[in-house]
């Protein structure tokens, strides 16, 4: 088979403004980046000799969502020097083995390393049974502490002061949601603004706050010192046909992770079984607007990613393939809102 062309994918890598690791082992940046996309495995169904099984981790500020945990995941996380005491979601699409063999694993690391923080679990109602049989596959201690989100028709499934996790039914075989998550709009303080009107420390966290700040006699608003800033986003969708939720899911994301399970040659196929094509990923990337097209879940009947990259670059370029064992960098938010407030 060919070999993966390193040096092409790190340069477009480069060109998306990513941060990218061939290898997990690589030097690490540790603290610089709060935002980070670790990819555990980027095969379907069944691992192969290049690729594990599916899994994601996100590190997102405070938090760690694992997606997905497939068979092998477990390993994986020590590889990608990601902690049991990091995750702290676990966010499953569906039931099909791909997507969630590891969560017996990662349940039991979680509880051997006496990881003590609170996990959040969402996936499928309707699964619930497996769900069971997961965190409980064989004999261990259980003593990490789950809470569980079963999930029944979609829709917003959290939101804090900072962000929105939010689901939505895909059309696949099996019941199954997609993800999405969305940081809060926010704004960006204007540093010359501040300097000209003299509010300088723990004034600015004050003005902030309070959304203004009397200064000189008069009250100094937020919008004066401030421009709007449209929150970061990402989109998880795996296994599904083309439809409508997925295009909803991606809208104007900053990152589509988007299931490519097989090319155009076997589209057939792929329908039959409740996947996309990777063309179809871009035309949702193309009609939601995404900013970058993260392709994954790759067949193993297609040994070279690069051909999933040439069908979805036509449609939309700003694509690449994720590969085994490497960490994407969110890429940056967009520009700031036409209208300010
Ligand atoms: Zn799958
Ligand atoms: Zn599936």
């Given at each position: 088979?060919?070999a993966?062309d ?5 340069r477009d ?7 990218h690791?061939?290898?997990?082992r ?7 980046h709060a935002?980070e996309?670790?990819?555990f495995?980027?095969?379907s169904q069944?691992?192969t000799r290049q ?8 590190r ?43 969560l ?8 051997l ?25 064989s004999?261990?201690?259980?003593v990490?502490?789950?809470?569980t989100?079963?999930?029944a028709?979609g829709?917003?499934?959290?939101r ?9 039914p ?27 009107l003299?509010i ?13 700040l ?5 009250d100094v ?6 421009a709007?800033?449209h929150g ?7 296994d ?5 939720a ?10 589509l992770?988007?299931?490519?399970t ?9 329908h039959a ?8 990923a ?6 939601a ?8 879940h ?7 990613v690069?051909?999933f990259i040439?069908?979805?670059?036509p ?9 085994d ?5 969110l ?8 209208h300010?407030t």
């Amino acid at each position: 088979m060919p070999a993966p062309d390193p040096a092409t994918h790190l340069r477009d890598a480069a060109r998306f403004g990513l941060r990218h690791r061939l290898s997990s082992r690589g030097p690490k940046l540790q603290g610089v980046h709060a935002r980070e996309f670790v990819v555990f495995g980027t095969a379907s169904q069944v691992p192969t000799r290049q690729r594990n099984h599916n899994g994601y981790f996100l590190r997102w500020d405070g938090e760690g969502f694992l997606f997905d945990p497939g068979e092998g995941t477990q390993l994986h996380m020590i590889h990608a020097d990601v902690r049991a005491s990091e995750v702290t979601r676990v966010c499953i699409t569906h039931f099909h083995g791909d997507h969630c063999l590891g969560l017996a694993g990662v349940s039991q690391l979680i509880s051997l390393d006496g990881a003590s923080q609170l996990v959040r679990a969402y996936y499928p109602a309707s699964g619930e049974v497996y769900y069971e049989r997961l965190r409980h596959a064989s004999i261990y201690q259980d003593v990490g502490r789950w809470e569980t989100h079963p999930i029944a028709g979609g829709g917003e499934l959290e939101r804090t002061p900072d962000w929105t996790l939010s689901a939505l039914p895909l059309d696949h075989r099996v019941e199954t949601f997609g993800y999405r998550l969305q940081e809060t709009d926010q704004r960006t303080m204007m540093p010359e603004r501040l300097a000209a009107l003299g509010i300088e420390g723990p004034a600015i966290r004050a003005l902030m706050d309070a959304g203004r700040l009397r200064v000189g006699g008069r009250d100094v608003t937020l919008a004066e010192v401030s421009a709007p800033r449209h929150g970061q986003s990402l989109a998880f969708v795996m296994d599904t046909r083309m439809c409508d939720a997925a295009i909803e899911l991606a809208r104007d994301v900053d990152m589509l992770v988007c299931e490519s399970t097989y090319l155009s040659a076997d589209a057939d196929r792929a329908h039959a079984h409740g996947h996309l094509t990777a063309a179809e990923a871009a035309v949702i990337a193309r009609a939601a607007s995404a900013k970058l097209l993260v392709l994954t879940h790759f067949s193993r009947r297609y040994p070279d990613v690069e051909a999933f990259i040439a069908e979805a670059k036509p449609v939309f370029p700003h694509v690449i393939a994720a590969r085994d064992g490497e960490t994407l960098v969110l890429p940056r938010r967009r520009a700031p809102l036409e209208h300010a407030t």
